[in-house]
């Protein structure tokens, strides 16, 4: 199983940024959607996540981003609105699921894509 994300960029304060992030692979189910972030510096931070129908955030981006998932298409977004600098950072993602036949689970990561904010 593979992960493309795309959507990363330089943005302007309080601008926004919606990421994605499409599996491909001989997928049965996906059981967790999520989105990371590592910044200069810092450690890997879980932003946001689904699964099952429910969501997190980190306290960080709440009330500003937004995840939302498609099991038909094994698709994974990530809105992110009013973006601060704070929020610059190389995002990932992660799928976690079943696959083939037998059926497998994964654990599979996106490279990361780069989200400046910046005046």
């Known amino acids: 199983v593979q992960l493309q994300a795309s959507g990363g960029g330089l943005v302007q304060p309080g601008g926004s940024l919606r990421l994605s992030c499409v599996a491909s692979?001989?997928?049965?189910?996906?059981?967790?959607m999520g989105w990371y972030r590592r910044a200069p510096g810092k450690q890997r931070e879980l932003v946001a996540s689904t699964r099952g129908g429910d969501t997190t955030y980190a306290d960080s981006v709440r009330d500003r981003f937004t995840i939302s998932g498609d099991n038909a298409t094994y698709t994974v977004y990530l809105q992110m609105n009013n973006l601060k600098p704070e929020d610059t950072a190389a995002y990932f993602c992660n799928i976690l699921g079943t696959y083939g036949t037998p059926k497998r689970t994964f654990n599979a990561w996106g490279l990361g894509t780069l989200v400046t904010v910046s005046s």
């Open positions: 692979g001989s997928i049965f189910s996906v059981t967790f």
